[in-house]
């Protein structure tokens, strides 16, 4: 069994920044913070460890309340911030989960820094929620290497045998390919986030490409 993990954000789908939105909307509802944001990367981080440094950017207590408070408003905003910023699918994708979904030795999963709620969301308004069966996800963990450290655990749950050999971590970070190392996946870089092929064949992915229309060679160990 081949077990494929993909990120979202810069992987399957450009959501035009809906998300960052939704969550800086998400603050100035709850908490009435509008300063603009300055110095907070995203590209491969967890919500969690976005939601954090926010909150310390705009002094709001890091209490379960306010944690509880946010979350809930960003749920509600984002699917009308996916539907203002448009976005798409990016090259690729629709293809490739087509020719993936229905092969008996191909397991595909989520292994992302989006909120659980939040992936869900995103992945359904683009029409791919349907592809995934499972995923580790950012909704308490800071460090994405501890994201697919759990992942793997669930993996070993529901498939006993994996060999992390047979696992394979896409995502278009090098965040992305740090992550899939640290559970001793194999990885695939694609260059249609912010980091351009230069910046991710630093990585050492084991695979680098362009845009996933570029996947058949790689795709030939699975079909």
Known sequence: MNVLLFDIDGTLIDAGGAGQAAMESALAREFHATRPVQGIPTAGRTDRAIGRDLFRYYAIP??????SRYREAYFSLLPHSLQERGGQILPG???LMNRLRHQENVFLGLLTGNFEEG????????????HFKMGGFGDHDLERDDVARAVFSRLRTDLPDIDPADIWVIGDTPSDVKCGRAIGAKTLAVATGVFDMDQLALSQADVLLSDLTQADDWLCQFL
Not at 121 to 130: A, E, I
């Open 93 to 95: 994708v629709t293809h």
């Open 62 to 67: 890091t209490t379960e309340s306010n944690w």
């Open 119 to 130: 992936a869900r969301l995103k992945l359904q308004h683009y029409r791919l929620d349907s």
